[in-house]
């Protein structure tokens, strides 16, 4: 079944279509996204300061990294920061749960998807978004994050990383902190990037490898945010 759903897909890729169905078909997805924008808009410009954690929605709560990202969820509550994730299960929850544990803003961007994703329980019943389109949930996490913290994860985590380093080389959004957290997992990436990005293919400057900063513990993850914050006298003020 799957594999058929993929081949009209792939097929319906080649058919030409007639203006009226162009017409028809795109109109409603702009109005959709639309909606999404206004709907992020509205429910996100009054959250306050808030730190993002990104990380994998297969992690089990009996994973190492799923304390980790509890707690440092916790701990950025009790400095100020409301907590923005996924929405969905794994680290996003573990980050929810934190937050909610220690009464601060609990924000979940939920994604619709075929398989894995679906809200958890921790998010605060105002600051639930689900959409479809997972450009307008990216915005919703550039634009309203003072700061991001990565945990392990796969191709989505990955993307959004990314995405968040990006925007910042381009100085499209502010230099906001980046925070890997896990040197074990993350060390293969950075050395290839320092290595063949960076030293056999000058395909980034040095100094972009100062756009994030790599760390083990909780404490280490939340010291960071703090410190660059600190730089600009600026704590967060619910």
């Known amino acids: 079944m799957e594999q058929l759903k993929e081949e009209d897909k792939i097929k319906k890729a080649f058919k030409e279509r007639d203006w009226a169905e162009i017409k028809s078909a795109d109109s409603w ?11 992020g808009f509205e429910k996100l410009a009054k959250i306050g300061p808030c730190v993002t954690i990104f990380g994998s929605a297969r992690t089990k709560s009996d994973n190492h990294y799923y304390q980790v990202a509890e707690a440092i969820s916790g701990k950025l509550v009790r400095h100020g920061y409301g907590v923005i994730t996924g929405g969905g299960p794994g680290i996003m929850e573990a980050g929810n749960k934190g937050a909610h544990t220690e009464k601060g803003k609990s924000v979940g961007l939920n994604i619709l998807l075929p398989f894995e994703q679906f809200n958890n329980v921790y998010i605060d019943p105002d600051k639930l978004i689900t959409f479809d389109y997972f450009f307008v949930r990216k915005v919703m996490f550039t634009k309203y994050s003072q700061g991001f913290i990565v945990l392990p994860g796969g191709f989505g985590t990955l993307d959004e990383l990314f995405e968040a380093l990006t925007l ?12 890997l957290v896990g040197k074990e997992y993350w060390s293969g990436l950075i050395d290839w990037i320092k290595d063949v990005v960076l030293q056999q293919n000058a395909n980034i400057n040095e100094e972009d ?15 960071v945010i703090d410190n660059f914050y600190s730089k600009y006298l600026l704590s967060p003020n619910y």
């Open 29 to 39: 997805v702009v109005f959709k996204v639309i909606s999404e924008f206004v709907e």
């Open 168 to 179: 910042i080389q381009t100085k499209k959004i502010g230099r906001f902190p980046i925070v």
């Open 209 to 223: 490898l100062n756009l994030f900063a790599l760390v083990d513990t909780a404490e280490e993850a939340v010291a």
